[in-house]
DNA sequence: ATGTGC
C-alpha cells in the first residue's frame, strides 16, 4: 500500500488507505462521525496504520482517541494543545484527615500560589526561560481539570496505598501549544498533506512539539506543586503520561491525538469524569501492537454544544452539577464550562479500561473517586495577575485604603 | 484547545 518516500505521489493520498484497527467492543459508544473520521484519515498523505481507542468521538480535524502512523508530520491532527496529558501525584496526606469542603475552599486560590524560581525550573527542562513562563502552572479550560482523588480499590495482587489522596492533573501547553500551532497553519497553506518531515517546516514544526511537551510536561508538575502549596501537601510523582504528540518509530511517526503514549510496564491514568471512577492501569506488552497507545480518559459522549440542551437548564440542575456521587464537589464557576464539561458529557471510563483489558493492552491497578474537582474559580486570580504584571496592584491597595 | 476579543 505504499507511495515511495521522496516521489510526488507521497504528497497526495494514498490510493490504497491505511489499515485500521479497532480496539473497542460492539457495546462500546462510537459515533458514526468517529467512524467516518477515522476513514479519512485512512486516507491522508503517508498514513500507514490507525489505531483506534474505546474513548473515540470525533474531533475537528480527525478523530479523537487515535494513534496513527505516518510517514509525513500531521499538525492539524495534534492540534493546539502539543504535549498535553495526565500526570498523577501522590500526596503526603492520608485520606481520613480530608474535608472535602476545607480542601475544595483551599484548592479554590491554588493558582495564585508563587512558584519559586519558574525560570530555574524552565531551564532545568531544557527550555529557554522565558518562555509562557506566565501560564505555568495552569490549567487552562475545555476539558482540563486537577482532582483531588481517593483510592476506591486496588486490584488483587496490585500494592498501592489506598490510605492517601492522590492528584489527577490532566493539562497541556496553553498558550505556547496554541501559537505554535497557528504560526504553523498561518505559515502552510496545505497544511491538509501534513509536512516532510526533512523539509525546514517539519523540522521547524518537530522542534517546536518537543519543547511543547516538556513545557506540558513541567505544567503539570507545577500545577501539582502549587495545589500541594495549597493544600500543605508534598506531592510524588507517579506517572506522567502526554496523550496529544508525535513519537518517532522504526516505522515513521507515531502521531498521539487523545491516545496515551505508553511503554510496557509503565502505570497510567485514564481519567474518569465526575460521574464515573478515573482508573490507574499498567500498560501491557500488548501495547507495541497498538502503536504504543492506549486512551486517556472516558472520552466524550455528546459534543459541547448538545450539552446546553441535556442539562443545566435551572439554577438548582447547575448546583446538583458540582456535586458527585461520592460526597465530592467540582469547582468551576463558569456556568458554560459546568454545562459543557457535565458528568453525563463522558462515556464511562470502566468501559473504556474493560475493553482496553480484554483487548490485552493493560491491567487495571487501581480505581480512583473524584473528591475535589478544580475547573475554573473566578477571575480573582487573573485579575491579581494581570494587576501584579501592569502595577496595578498598589493602586488597588490605595484605593482599598481609601474606603 | 487559546493572554479565548473588539
Known amino acids: 500500500m505504499g507511495t515511495s518516500i521522496g516521489s510526488e505521489s507521497s504528497l497526495t493520498p494514498s490510493v490504497q488507505p491505511a489499515a485500521i484497527h479497532r480496539v473497542f467492543s460492539d457495546k462500546a459508544w462510537i459515533e458514526g462521525a468517529a467512524l467516518h473520521q477515522l476513514e479519512e484519515m485512512a486516507r491522508l498523505a503517508g498514513v500507514r496504520e490507525i489505531v483506534a481507542f474505546p474513548d473515540l468521538h470525533?474531533?475537528?480535524?480527525?478523530?479523537?482517541?487515535?494513534?496513527?502512523?505516518?510517514?509525513?508530520i500531521h499538525p492539524l491532527l495534534i492540534g493546539n494543545d502539543i504535549g498535553c496529558g495526565m500526570s498523577l501525584f501522590a500526596l503526603d496526606l492520608p485520606l481520613r484527615k480530608l474535608k472535602v469542603d476545607k480542601a475544595a475552599a483551599r484548592l479554590r486560590a491554588f493558582e495564585a500560589q508563587e512558584i519559586d524560581d519558574a525560570s530555574a525550573r524552565l531551564e532545568e527542562a531544557g527550555l529557554p526561560p522565558e518562555l509562557f513562563q506566565n501560564s505555568l502552572g495552569t490549567i487552562g479550560g475545555g476539558n482540563h481539570f486537577c482532582e483531588l482523588q481517593a483510592i476506591d480499590k486496588v486490584a488483587d495482587g496490585e500494592a498501592f496505598d489506598d490510605q492517601r489522596l492522590y492528584l489527577l492533573v490532566h493539562s497541556g501547553s496553553r498558550g505556547f501549544g496554541a501559537s505554535v500551532f497557528e504560526s504553523t497553519v498561518s505559515s502552510q497553506p496545505s497544511l491538509?498533506?501534513?509536512?516532510?518531515?526533512?523539509?525546514?517546516?517539519g523540522e521547524v514544526w518537530l522542534a517546536a512539539h518537543d519543547r511543547c511537551v516538556a513545557w506540558a510536561s513541567l505544567n503539570r508538575q507545577l500545577v501539582a506543586e502549587r495545589a500541594g502549596l495549597a493544600l500543605g501537601?508534598?506531592?510524588?510523582?507517579?506517572?506522567?503520561?502526554?496523550?496529544?504528540?508525535?513519537?518517532?518509530?522504526?516505522?515513521?511517526f507515531i502521531h498521539h491525538k487523545g491516545a496515551a503514549a505508553v511503554r510496557p510496564g509503565e502505570l497510567a491514568p485514564v481519567a474518569g469524569s465526575r460521574a464515573s471512577l478515573s482508573h490507574l492501569v499498567r500498560a501491557g506488552e500488548g501495547v507495541t501492537g497498538a502503536l504504543g497507545a492506549i486512551s486517556h480518559g472516558a472520552g466524550r459522549k455528546y459534543d459541547r454544544a448538545s450539552m446546553y440542551g441535556r442539562v443545566g437548564k435551572t439554577r438548582s440542575d447547575r448546583e446538583q452539577l458540582l456535586r458527585n456521587a461520592w460526597g465530592g464537589v467540582a469547582i468551576c464557576d463558569d456556568r458554560n464550562l459546568v454545562i459543557e464539561e457535565a458528568a453525563a458529557a463522558y462515556k464511562d471510563a470502566g468501559h473504556v479500561v474493560a475493553d482496553l483489558a480484554a483487548a490485552g493492552l493493560v491491567t487495571p491497578v487501581a480505581t480512583l473517586r473524584p473528591l475535589v474537582t478544580y475547573k475554573k474559580a473566578v477571575d480573582e486570580v487573573e485579575t491579581?495577575?494581570?494587576?501584579?504584571?501592569?502595577?496595578?496592584?498598589?493602586?488597588?491597595?490605595?484605593?482599598?485604603?481609601?474606603r
Open 58 to 72: 470525533p474531533g475537528k480535524y480527525g478523530a479523537t482517541g487515535v494513534a496513527l502512523l505516518s510517514e509525513r
Open 192 to 201: 491538509k498533506d501534513g509536512l516532510d518531515p526533512v523539509s525546514e517546516a
Open 233 to 252: 501537601a508534598e506531592v510524588e510523582l507517579i506517572a506522567d503520561i502526554p496523550h496529544n504528540l508525535v513519537r518517532v518509530s522504526s516505522g515513521g
Open 384 to 402: 491579581e495577575r494581570r494587576d501584579r504584571k501592569s502595577g496595578h496592584r498598589e493602586m488597588r491597595r490605595q484605593k482599598d485604603g481609601w
